[in-house]
């Protein structure tokens, strides 16, 4: 078996005294889509930020191929292909989207190489490349959020919750693109409420719950063995 593209182990960590990754274990094969799912409060974000080295772990490794990446900047981090779209979407608001996307090229990716990546994978990008991104709807600021982080051409993209505050078919759109994005190579680990939808274009699915993985396996096993904690309601 090739060496997984993301692997975690016993991970550990707090928000001062309070525990909230209690001995996380995950992998993530590489070319895979996995969906992190669970309650609200499971954990799920703080992992997500501590792979992304937004936090601080108390303990435990992440190994990014093979490479162990942990206490690392999220600059570097982008430098050995790890990209996180974070929670809220991250775009500058009184730039115009095209003015986004050519930040991204600082890292040495040409900006021609960028835009073409984001115009691409999202056309209404292009129909809207002179506008404003503040004056975006919800769904393209989200598309323009996942296009910056495709400009570094990743190895892993962590998406967290990119459904927030969209209308469903949107975000069943935007996971036909993640969709798009795997069968081009990138693993990804999202965390997603809608776990169907994210679940339909997954190839594994774990399930977190009081700061540790509680279950993992394909996304149909998954489903039926834990539907009762990882769809709690709608979706
Ligand atoms: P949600 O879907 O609600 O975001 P989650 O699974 O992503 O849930 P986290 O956001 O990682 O869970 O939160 C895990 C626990 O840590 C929760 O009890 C939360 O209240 C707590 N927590 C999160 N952020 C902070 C913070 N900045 N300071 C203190 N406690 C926090």
Request: charged share 20%.
């Given at each position: 078996m090739s060496v997984p593209i993301l692997e975690?182990?016993?991970?550990?960590?707090?928000?001062g005294r309070i525990?909230?990754?209690?001995?996380?274990?995950?992998?993530?094969?590489?070319?895979?889509?996995?969906?992190?799912?669970?309650?609200?409060?499971?954990?799920?974000s703080t992992l997500i930020q501590v792979i992304s080295g937004q936090?601080?772990?108390t303990s435990g490794d992440i190994h990014l191929a093979g490479v162990h990446v942990q206490r690392q900047a999220p600059e570097a981090l982008a430098r050995v292909g790890l990209c996180t779209v974070p929670e809220g979407r991250s775009v500058f608001p009184n730039l115009t989207v095209e003015e986004n996307l050519r930040l991204m090229s600082y890292a040495g990716v040409p900006a021609a190489?960028?835009?073409?990546?984001a115009f691409g994978y999202f056309p209404k990008l292009h129909q809207r490349r002179g506008q404003l991104a503040g004056t975006l709807s919800g769904g393209e600021q989200q598309m323009l959020a996942m296009s910056r982080a495709l400009a570094s051409d990743p190895a892993l993209l962590l998406l967290d919750e990119l459904s927030m505050g969209l209308a469903p078919l949107?975000?069943?759109?935007?996971?036909?693109?993640?969709?798009?994005?795997?069968?081009?190579?990138?693993?990804?680990?999202?965390?997603?409420?809608?776990?169907r939808t994210a679940l339909r274009v997954s190839d594994y699915a774990a399930v977190m719950s009081g700061g540790r993985i509680v279950a993992s396996g394909e996304p149909a096993e998954v489903l039926n063995t834990m539907s009762d904690v990882i769809l709690g309601g709608a979706a």
């Open positions: 975690v182990v016993d991970l550990h960590a707090a928000y525990e909230v990754l209690r001995g996380v274990d995950l992998s993530v094969p590489k070319g895979a889509v996995m969906a992190l799912l669970g309650p609200n409060g499971a954990g799920k936090k601080k772990p190489a960028v835009l073409d990546t949107i975000v069943e759109e935007l996971y036909d693109t993640v969709a798009q994005i795997a069968a081009s190579g990138v693993s990804i680990l999202c965390i997603e409420q809608f776990a």
